[in-house]
Nanobody, 128 residues
Framework: QVQLVESGGRLVQAGGSLRLSCAAS????????MGWFRQAPGKVREFVAA????????YYADSVKGRFSISRDNAKNTVYLQMNSLKPEDTAVYYC?????????????????????WGQGTQVTVSS
């Protein structure tokens, strides 16, 4: 079993930056693709970014492309989401997730239904 714990969310002003972390424990996630999703009040959970098991492939939602960057440190079993130029519309609970479907394969998925393990989320609030 895999446990994921997100951290780093807080209140920030528009234009600011945050770095979210997702620490995995239990079974290693080093062979899994990892993703970040977010959910704003009254909205469905949406894909933000994903990274392959090796870190060699990444993919972003159009809404965050050029502003957010996903990375991973497999030695620390941790995935990061660097968020720059934050906007009020980025306000949401951010979740990290692990996809075990394509172990050690450079394939990324954007549907939340494809991810197997989820963290509890961390709140990001961007004030205007």
């Amino acid at each position: 079993q895999v446990q994921l714990v997100e951290s780093g969310g807080r209140l920030v002003q528009a234009g600011g930056s945050l770095r979210l972390s997702c620490a995995a424990s239990g079974r290693t996630t080093n062979n899994y693709a990892m993703g970040w999703f977010r959910q704003a009040p009254g909205k469905v959970r949406e894909f933000v970014a994903a990274i392959s098991w090796s870190g060699g492939t990444t993919y972003y939602a159009d809404s965050v492309k050029g502003r957010f960057s996903i990375s991973r440190d497999n030695a620390k079993n941790t995935v990061y989401l660097q968020m720059n130029s934050l906007k009020p519309e980025d306000t949401a609970v951010y979740y990290c997730a692990a996809d075990k479907s394509y172990s050690r394969v450079e394939i990324l998925q954007t549907s939340a239904l494809e991810y197997d393990y989820w963290g509890q989320g961390t709140q990001v609030t961007v004030s205007s």
